[in-house]
Each structure stands twice: as structure tokens, then as C-alpha cells.
């Protein structure tokens, strides 16, 4: 009887060993989701910075590309001494615009390192949380392996002294385990639907800070496209002012070259009287010496 007991026993720890096994095994399987998930959602954030850096170049030489595009006689407009005005104004404007994308760009930088810092908060909180929790399992482990072994002590004392029966001491034995087995399947079953909630939670939080993230660059390219828009009316209105002035100019050296001709014809009429009349004194000379000879 006693080495049924005996053999019962080792059944039971060779069965609780398993369990503990396939216990570990899908805390593993756990960790290692959780760490693929982290490294999907890592991945992610760098394609996204990677495509808003190249959105930003894009944007920049487009920028560039039409500030360079200037026309050859805006360009002689500004080189006439009335263009500097002009050329000033528009690199102020230029000047203005690199320092709106520079703090857009300084403060999406902010942004993100902010987020990711919170991030990193939570998943360092994340894996206290689950060191606690698993430094809390071994710790029950080992309280109930040392209640198992002193129960299991004490049992095989009073079987002894009081020729109790070994079967129904194992019966209550493994009764007792399988209680304990249920007892730690169900506390591994609320610790994992707590660290999925958690994952939930972090999940929408991630989601609510991209649509946050979202709606500022798009709120960040409408200020950038009403900055361009108004330099579009401004350019258009200096254009204007342009076109009336060299109007201006063209009108005014319209009336010169019409005034050097009035004045250059006079000139000729005032010529040609003169020479007429010369030439009738010289004939009126020319009769009189006749008319004296």
C-alpha cells in the first residue's frame, strides 16, 4: 500500500510537472506575440516618419522648383533699380515660408518624440507589470510546493502513527492538486484576459494619438496651402503694379520721343526759313549789282 502511495504521488508531481511545462511554454508563446507585435508597430511608425520625410523634400523642391521658375522679364523687372523693392519682398516671403516649414517640422519632431516617449513609458509599464505578475505566480508555486511537501509530510507522519489509509490519503492528495491546477488555470486565464485588455487599451490610445498626428498635418498643409495661396495674390498684385508702372514708363517715353520729334522738327522748319532767307538776300544782292552795273 505504501508503494502505491508512493507511485500515485509520483504520477501526480510527473502530471503537475507537465502542466507547469505547457503553463511556461504558452507564457513564452505569449511573450514572444507581444514582442512581434511591438516590432510590427515599430516598423510602422518608421515607414510613417520615412514617407512624411520624403512628403516634406517633395514639397520643398516643388517650392523650390517654383520660386526658380520665374519668367526672363520678371527677371530684367528685377534687376531694374525699381526691382529691389520687389526681389527684397519676395525673399522675405521665401525667408518666412522656410521658417513656417522649419517649425512645422520642429514641432511634428516634438510631437513625435513625445509619443514616443509615451510609448515607451507604457511598455516599460507593460513589462513591470508582467515581471510583477510573474515573479507573483513563482512565488505562489513555491508557497504551494512547500504547503504539498509539508502536507505530504505531515500525512505520511499520521498515516504512520494512526494507520490511516495511504489510498485515501492519495485520493484526497490529488484531489487537493487538481483543486490547486484549476485554482492557477483560472488566475493565468484572468491574468491574460487583464494583459489583453491592456493591449486594447494601448491599442486605441495609439490609434487615437495617429488620428490626432493626422489631423494636424493635415491642419499644418492648409496653413501651408493658404501661406501659398495669399503669396500667389501677393505675387499677382505685385505683378499688376508692375505691368501699370512699366505702362507708366512706356507712355512717358512715348511723350519724350514725341517731344524730341516736335522739337527736332521745329528745329528743321526754323533751319529751312533761315536758308530761304540767305538765299533771297543773296538773289535781292545779286539784282541790285546788276542793276547798278
Do not use: D, F, L, N
Amino acid at each position: 500500500m505504501h508503494r502505491e502511495s508512493e507511485s500515485t504521488r509520483e504520477q501526480e508531481s510527473e502530471h503537475g510537472e507537465s502542466e507547469r511545462e505547457s503553463e511556461r511554454a504558452w507564457r513564452e508563446s505569449e511573450r514572444a506575440c507581444v514582442e512581434r507585435g511591438r516590432a510590427s508597430e515599430r516598423a510602422r511608425r518608421e515607414r510613417a516618419r520615412e514617407r512624411a520625410r520624403r512628403k516634406r523634400a517633395r514639397e520643398r523642391a516643388s517650392a523650390r522648383g517654383e520660386r526658380e521658375s520665374v519668367s526672363e522679364p520678371a527677371r530684367r523687372e528685377r534687376a531694374s533699380p525699381g526691382g529691389e523693392r520687389e526681389r527684397a519682398s519676395e525673399h522675405g516671403e521665401r525667408e518666412r515660408e522656410r521658417e513656417r516649414e522649419r517649425a512645422s517640422a520642429r514641432a511634428e519632431r516634438e510631437r513625435e518624440r513625445e509619443s514616443a516617449s509615451a510609448r515607451a513609458e507604457r511598455e516599460r509599464a507593460s513589462a513591470r507589470g508582467e515581471r510583477e505578475s510573474e515573479r507573483a505566480r513563482r512565488e505562489r508555486e513555491r508557497a504551494r510546493t512547500e504547503r504539498e511537501r509539508a502536507s505530504t509530510h505531515g500525512e505520511r507522519e499520521r498515516a504512520s502513527a494512526h494507520g490511516e489509509s495511504t489510498s485515501e490519503h492519495a485520493r484526497r492528495e490529488s484531489a487537493k492538486a487538481r483543486t490547486e491546477r484549476e485554482g492557477e488555470r483560472a488566475r493565468a486565464k484572468r491574468e491574460s484576459e487583464h494583459a489583453q485588455r491592456g493591449r486594447a487599451r494601448a491599442r486605441a490610445q495609439r490609434e487615437r494619438e495617429r488620428a490626432r498626428t493626422e489631423r494636424e498635418r493635415a491642419s499644418a498643409h492648409g496653413e501651408r496651402e493658404r501661406a501659398s495661396a495669399h503669396g500667389e495674390r501677393e505675387r499677382a498684385s505685385a505683378h499688376g503694379e508692375r505691368a501699370s508702372k512699366r505702362a507708366r514708363r512706356e507712355r512717358e517715353r512715348a511723350s519724350e520721343r514725341g517731344e524730341r520729334a516736335r522739337t527736332r522738327r521745329e528745329g528743321e522748319r526754323a533751319r529751312a526759313k533761315r536758308e530761304s532767307e540767305y538765299a533771297q538776300r543773296g538773289r535781292a544782292s545779286e539784282r541790285a549789282r546788276r542793276e547798278r552795273e
